[in-house]
Nanobody, 125 residues
Framework: EVQLVESGGGLVQAGGSLRLSCAAS????????IGWFRRAPGKEREGIAC????????GYADAVKDRFTIAASNAGNTVYLQMNSLKPEDSAIYYC??????????????????WGQGTQVTVSS
């Protein structure tokens, strides 16, 4: 059974950092695409980062570029999202998702096949 489990969310002050983890089971992350998405109250789901495991290429939304970094674990079946210089507007539920199609990194939610349950990130001002 394919499963994705996010962890690492929490409450942090503006300017702080968090590292989210996306642990996979039921498949190997070595050859798929993984995306991170977020949804804030009253807002559309937003694709913020992706990594294509075929060549480890990455992509970022403008809102998080230069602050967030997506990376894959070399040893395990986990993808991370390092979030630095957090802002109150980064507060949202963060989800990871897997896309079986290996043709490039995508931040478009309908491209993805399975989703985790999400982890809450709250940034206080």
């Amino acid at each position: 059974e394919v499963q994705l489990v996010e962890s690492g969310g929490g409450l942090v002050q503006a300017g702080g950092s968090l590292r989210l983890s996306c642990a996979a089971s039921g498949f190997t992350m070595n050859t798929v695409n993984i995306g991170w998405f977020r949804r804030a109250p009253g807002k559309e789901r937003e694709g913020i980062a992706c990594i294509s495991r075929g060549d480890d290429s990455t992509g970022y939304a403008d809102a998080v570029k230069d602050r967030f970094t997506i990376a894959a674990s070399n040893a395990g079946n986990t993808v991370y999202l390092q979030m630095n210089s957090l802002k109150p507007e980064d507060s949202a539920i963060y989800y990871c998702a897997v896309r079986w199609d290996r043709t490039g990194c995508s931040r478009y939610a309908p491209d993805y096949n399975h989703w985790g349950q999400g982890t809450q990130v709250t940034v206080s001002s």
